[in-house]
């Protein structure tokens, strides 16, 4: 059976993504980072759960590292999260290079377990506007995995989600029966959702255009 | 004054790029890896000592994660480290893109650091056959990086020893001061270098055709 590595944060975003890779007949080994993110536990815990739903192989990587470089909110807790509304520009919860760093961890998993798909949730449109998450950027990496990889290993980048807007993420993950409720979104370490930072907004609307409700906890 | 981050592994490579981005004109952010590869104490007692000598600010980063990825006998001690000469084809020392991930690390501190160059002593022809050292690669890793930063953010990876033969990067250490004798190449965790990796096979013919002396002490 055809192998795929998924990114799986344990937002909505990553889960969609990898139901739609076992849908796609891929085998899923899902690979979850621990950078120090404010919502590291949240995440994990969200991860698992999901994990769990696909009976996925799992890879939990630590990268105490993040926190050394800093540079952004998710990392760094003296830098505030913002929660007035999503602006133009890149935001200051963008973290360097972060999808760089995880597509190159996920390439060298998927040498090493002979995967032929990397499956990673980005939005390009309906986002917070960090620009590791681009298409262009995305068929760059690619080209460099292909390059600096052995001449048998071939790894796709899938990334279904890059031209869709978050009403219809919701509508397809309710389509493929993703466990919407067990996913964790937001950028605050809290019981509750904050409802108001950029990741809970998108979460949000997503939700009212599809018409449907979320049935997390947001704090009110 | 302009800022290069220099991956410095403590080898003899890496330290002569590094002694090349100070004669460019850089100043020096000393880069290295714990990535749990056999000679990692020896390798960092290097690090501190070349990063001393170019007066570099400096990161440490550990990744703990490649041994949870294994797959090359630098990372997982039951694969022998081959002693018997260098072979065609990729050898079992190969780690799955290696230096993908550690340029998409220094890429990110680079962006935080607003450092213009990464330095990398990768080699293509005089080397051990590892994909990730290729001209090819670099370049489209670069492409990715800067696809994948700020638009403020251009980097540009520089590699000056990429078409080098061993016995040039010696000579070129030589002429710059590099002190060679506090390098470490060899694949082996030990006092004295083995003297018959594929590393110490390509260090020594370097000097030899140089006809310099190696200071380093040697099994005999």
Redesign the interface.
Known sequence: MKRAVCILSGGMDSAVASYIAQKDGYEIVALHFNYGQRTEAKELEAFGAIAKSLDAKT?E?????FK????SALVDKSIAVPVDGIKPG?PVT????????F???A???A??EGAEAIYIGVVEEDSSGY??C?E??IQ??Q???N?????QTKIEIKTPLIHLKKEDIVRVGAQLGVPLELTWSCYQNSDEACGVCDSCRLRLKGFEKAGLKDKIPYRS
């Open positions: 890879y990587i630590d990268l105490p590292f050394q470089i800093g540079a890149i963008y973290v360097p290079f972060r999808n760089g760093i597509l190159s961890i390439a060298a998993i040498e090493k620009p590791d681009r262009e950027f760059k990496m080209e460099a995995i390059a600096g990889t052995k001449p």
